[in-house]
């Protein structure tokens, strides 16, 4: 079945220790998203890709960056991991502007 | 004002029963709709897009008000699987601006209970 993975599903790390996080889609659609999402709040949008086309969200820390090194995977590092960074992490696709599908999320913790 | 407000809930609903929730947009300019389902923990699913005349999949029926803004789910014969937290989401258009910037709602908490 076509689908967005996400690796891993639970990522443990410590304050200031670099994590990063994987997505791969097989629904071959041009865009791939990041969102961070809080207990009991919508997603927030991070940044994507419009194919190679990157577009950083204007409140996105410069703690977060992200590589796309071909249309299947998305990846999402932070550089120096917070307390406050601790969420879920989504990867989201979507064929142009169309409905966005998403992965089942990486639960980062920051011990 | 937030861009898409919804009421958080919970709805407690009997097993059977019909519930109905409505979602607000801001922007009256916003392209095309969507209902996603949450389950705890987990990613949202697209339940429905939401189409101007009004569309049905099932025992779930969408509305669009676009005069007052608002748009609606009906769950009909609700099932204990129906639980969960159900986000709007507005696509506002296709500006350079907006572009792929999805506006989601904090959700509407649905439990069925037996």
């Known amino acids: 079945d076509a689908m967005v993975i996400q690796n891993p599903r639970y990522q443990v790390t410590q304050f200031g220790k670099p994590v990063t996080l994987s997505c791969s889609q097989t629904l071959n659609h041009n865009v791939m998203y990041w969102y961070q999402q809080k207990s009991s709040q919508a997603p927030k949008l991070l940044f994507h890709?419009?194919?190679?086309?990157?577009?950083n969200e204007a409140d996105t820390p410069d703690n977060f960056q992200s590589r796309r090194p071909n249309t299947s995977f998305c990846f999402l590092d932070i550089r120096s991991p917070g307390l406050g960074d601790a969420a879920m992490y989504l990867c989201?696709?979507?064929?142009?502007?169309?409905?966005?599908?998403f992965g089942p999320g990486t639960r980062l913790t920051v011990l | 004002r937030k861009e898409v407000e919804q009421d958080p809930g919970p709805f407690n609903v009997p097993e059977g029963a019909t519930v109905a929730f409505n979602c607000t947009y801001s922007n009256s300019a916003s392209q095309s709709f969507f209902w996603y389902r949450q389950d705890c923990r987990k990613e949202p699913k697209l339940l429905m897009s939401?189409?101007?005349s009004g569309n049905e999949d099932g025992r779930f029926t969408a509305q669009l008000n676009r005069a007052s803004q608002y748009i609606s789910l009906l769950i009909r014969d609700s099932k204990l699987s129906d639980s969960a937290t159900y986000l709007c989401v507005v696509n506002p258009g296709e500006t350079t601006d907006s572009w792929g910037k999805l506006q989601f709602g904090a959700g509407t908490q649905v439990v069925v209970t037996p």
């Open positions: 989201a696709t979507s064929r142009g502007a169309a409905e966005q599908f």
């Open positions: 890709y419009y194919d190679k086309d990157f577009n």
């Open positions: 939401v189409y101007s």
